[in-house]
């Protein structure tokens, strides 16, 4: 497929949402952006001055930010955790745990469970499945103008049809 060369009008959003907000936030970070380029320590620096656009989608609270980055650094250390499975020499490695929704009756809204417990509970392993198809469906997405990745996006298609198609 040819590449067009026409110049196409942009509109920049956000991708929670295609509100004034959302908008706002979209269009304060094109235009911190250089030659195409934005790095989150210049938007941080910009965002300081309680009069940029950005100023309220940080937490300046040091103490609840600080709260919130220890949370978000839990996360990744359990992210991180990967089980190696050997089988008659062969390794194979996955991760240990897979965030889900808890159901009811167990504390908690979310919560990381194991992948074994993941895959003997169909409502888990039905949330691991559509947490994945999401993932696929938004790296689709992402990368869509890349024709080398075709046969990818193939697949995809053909998984989400398989996987939609077992459903009520």
């Not at 300046?60 to 709260?67: H, L, R, S």
């Not at 919130?68 to 839990?74: D, L």
Request: proline share 2%; aromatic share 8%; glycine share 4%.
């Amino acid at each position: 497929m040819k590449q067009e060369t026409k110049k196409a009008k942009k509109t920049f959003v956000f991708k929670n949402g295609k509100d004034k907000v959302s908008k706002i936030i979209a269009d304060a970070l094109e235009d911190l952006s250089v030659d195409g380029k934005l790095t989150p320590k210049e938007v941080v620096e910009a965002a300081r001055n309680p009069k940029h656009p950005l100023h309220s989608q940080f937490d300046w609270d040091n103490t609840v930010a600080g709260e919130k980055w220890r949370i978000q650094q839990a996360r990744l250390l359990i992210n991180q955790v990967e089980v190696v499975i050997s089988v008659n020499g062969e390794e194979t490695t996955r991760n240990k745990y897979v965030n889900v929704e808890l159901a009811n009756g167990e504390n908690g809204n979310r919560s990381y469970i194991t992948v074994e417990k993941a895959l003997s509970k169909e409502c888990y392993r039905q949330q691991v499945l559509d947490t994945a198809l999401a993932e696929a469906e938004y790296w689709q997405t992402k990368y869509q103008i890349y024709q080398e990745l075709s046969q990818i996006f193939q697949s995809i298609e053909v998984t989400k049809k398989k996987l939609k198609g077992g459903k009520n």
